[in-house]
T-cell receptor, first 111, second 114 residues
Framework: ELKVEQNPLFLSMQEGKNYTIYCNYS?????LYWYRQDPGKSLESLFV?????AVKQEGRLMASLDTKARLSTLHITAAVHDLSATYFC???????????FGTGTSLTVIP | DAGVTQSPTHLIKTRGQQVTLRCSPI?????VSWYQQVLGQGPQFIFQ???????GRGNFPDRFSARQFPNYSSELNVNALLLGDSALYLC?????????????FGDGTRLSIL
């Protein structure tokens, strides 16, 4: 079964700082998704990465995919409080929308 | 346009009971998937349905079953509830399987087993 691991599990960072969340997965796939979840809320789609070397950016977040290393990163630039949430990566094992989620990274941005 | 809608939002049951959760996909979406999210963990895939047929099943016991209706809405049934079934159950919809695309999630049904 496809395994997806994220690290760190918990991240506390000061406003204005940069940091990277890592997502490793165990089998070949070139479909990776990043989601955000606020407490008590559902999942919001952030990025769709569909090929090796794909890079997507939205505001202070940038996601990339290295399919050979089976690794995706979510980079946070100059963090602000509004980014506090749990971030999940999800891998689609090329079967079509059967997502395997990572463990999640709980991000807290401190003023 | 309405997003994915799920009902009920909250449900309390006791061990051994049965529960049915409902999901309506985004208009035009024909694929529906169900996920279980235990507190503090990522969602786990339960089922995927497309055109009323099961297209995938995760590692869940036979107590879990689902179906999809001609209007593409879906129900998830869980029999003989256990304490460990307490979780947030999420429904997600997409256009069709096989196409790389994000799934759109509903707000979920929070199921508590006493």
């Amino acid at each position: 079964e496809l395994k997806v691991e994220q690290n760190p599990l918990f991240l506390s960072m000061q406003e204005g700082k940069n940091y990277t969340i890592y997502c490793n997965y165990s089998t070949t796939s070139d479909r990776l998704y990043w989601y955000r979840q606020d407490p008590g809320k559902s999942l919001e789609s952030l990025f769709v990465l569909l090929s090796n070397g794909a890079v997507k950016q939205e505001g202070r977040l940038m996601a990339s995919l290295d399919t050979k290393a089976r690794l995706s990163t979510l980079h946070i630039t100059a963090a602000v409080h509004d980014l506090s949430a749990t971030y999940f990566c999800a891998v689609d094992q090329n079967t079509g929308n059967q997502f395997y989620f990572g463990t999640g990274t709980s991000l807290t941005v401190i003023p | 346009d309405a997003g994915v809608t799920q009902s009920p939002t909250h449900l309390i049951k006791t061990r051994g009971q049965q529960v049915t959760l409902r999901c309506s996909p985004i208009s035009g979406h024909k694929s529906v998937s169900w996920y279980q999210q235990v507190l503090g963990q990522g969602p786990q895939f339960i089922f995927q349905y497309y055109e009323k047929e099961e297209r995938g099943r995760g590692n869940f016991p036979d107590r879990f079953s689902a179906r999809q209706f001609p209007n593409y809405s879906s129900e998830l049934n869980v029999n003989a509830l256990l304490l460990g079934d307490s979780a947030l159950y999420l429904c997600a919809s997409s256009l069709a399987p096989g196409q790389p695309q994000p799934q759109h999630f509903g707000d979920g049904t929070r199921l508590s087993i006493l």
